[in-house]
């Protein structure tokens, strides 16, 4: 009888090392789908600039880096303009992240053209590579990455993560879909709304920043929250089909290990100035001040030098 026990015993530990060495092998297994699906949509998403092949910028665990999130309106046959702009700093050591919207509108040098425009126009221009020029030069800081998403197929995106979480100052109704006041739980279709309207809001164009900057905090939220193989199969294949970026795998990989921590605080900034006409041209003009309050204060994160700030004059 004893002897039976012990069989019985030693039996049931051979099944239970066996489900375990099959639960860590399928592990493992889920976790190379995992890496290898991600793989080839960065893959797919990956586009360098131009002048990106002699410069490739190291990510080290302490040193800030800087991101171009930019909103692209693309229609069939033009290549479009930027309809949203935001330079975001991530700064592992104080633990924050800063976000800066860049009214469309404002008034730049646009590089790829050697003329002054509203800044949205760098993009029709001169793509990417236009806009990152124009934005370093607006900025007097250098863009390290930049992430371009098509505004169309934003709401794919916040719909892969499951919705998201906004706080709505104020009731509206833009293209019959009714957004109340107050906190709520939205899908892809409602943030997209929620993020564009500008005309029913008292703050006009700083309020429509504000309600964007708002949902690509609550996006970077959920999508950390996923764990699922599922989850991260709907969220790659949106992110594939409406998302360019510079970053290689290896570098979002960095970027995931060792600045998180910097997720956890987001700063807000806006960028004061005026609205006026040049010419028949309605501008939303910054001063040459307020720039380099702005481009110093940004260069701090950055952990740059502070520097005199390069004006250029208008012909």
Same mark, same amino acid.
């Given at each position: ?13 051979? +099944? ?7 639960? +860590? ?7 190379? #789908? ?8 960065? !893959? ?12 490739? !910028? ?43 919207? #860049? ?15 509203? #800044? ?18 607006? /900025? ?33 109704? /833009? ?45 970077? !939220? ?42 956890? !605080? ?14 028949? #041209? ?34």
């Amino acid at each position: 009888m004893e002897q039976s026990k012990k069989k019985l015993s030693l039996k049931w530990k051979k +099944v239970i090392a066996s489900l375990v060495c099959l639960l +860590v092998c399928l592990s493992g297994f889920f976790s190379f #789908i995992m890496y290898h699906s991600i793989a080839q949509s960065v !893959h797919n998403m990956y586009k360098p600039l131009l002048n990106e092949s002699n410069q490739k !910028h190291t990510i080290s665990e302490q040193d800030p880096i800087s991101i171009l999130l930019l909103g692209v309106d693309e229609r069939p046959g033009d290549i479009g303009r930027s309809d949203s702009m935001i330079v975001m700093t991530v700064n592992p050591e104080t633990e924050t992240s800063t976000m800066v919207s #860049i009214p469309r509108d404002t008034r730049a040098f646009i590089a790829s053209k050697n003329t002054y425009n509203k #800044i949205n126009a760098a993009y029709a221009y001169g793509g990417i590579e236009g806009t990152v020029q124009t934005v370093e030069q607006f /900025l007097n800081i250098p863009i390290h990455y930049y992430i371009k998403m098509n505004m169309d197929g934003f709401k794919d995106i916040v719909n892969a993560v499951g919705g998201i979480t906004v706080n709505n100052p104020f009731a509206f109704t /833009l293209e019959g879909v009714h957004i109340a006041k107050g906190k709520q739980h939205v899908n892809g279709e409602v943030s997209l709304k929620y993020a564009r309207m500008r005309k029913e809001d008292p703050r006009g164009d700083f309020g429509r920043q504000q309600r964007q900057r708002e949902v690509i905090e609550q996006i970077i !939220h959920e999508g950390s929250q996923l764990t699922s193989l599922a989850n991260y199969q709907k969220i790659l294949k949106a992110l594939e089909k409406n998302v360019q970026t510079n970053l290689t795998m290896d570098q979002m990989i960095a970027i995931q290990h060792s600045y998180k921590s910097a997720a956890k !605080h987001f700063k807000q900034m806006e960028i004061p100035g005026d609205g006026g006409m040049i010419g028949d #041209i309605w501008y939303y003009r910054v001063s040459e001040e307020t720039r380099a309050t702005l481009s110093n204060e940004l260069r701090q994160q950055l952990k740059l030098p502070i520097g005199k700030f390069n004006k250029r004059i208008e012909s």
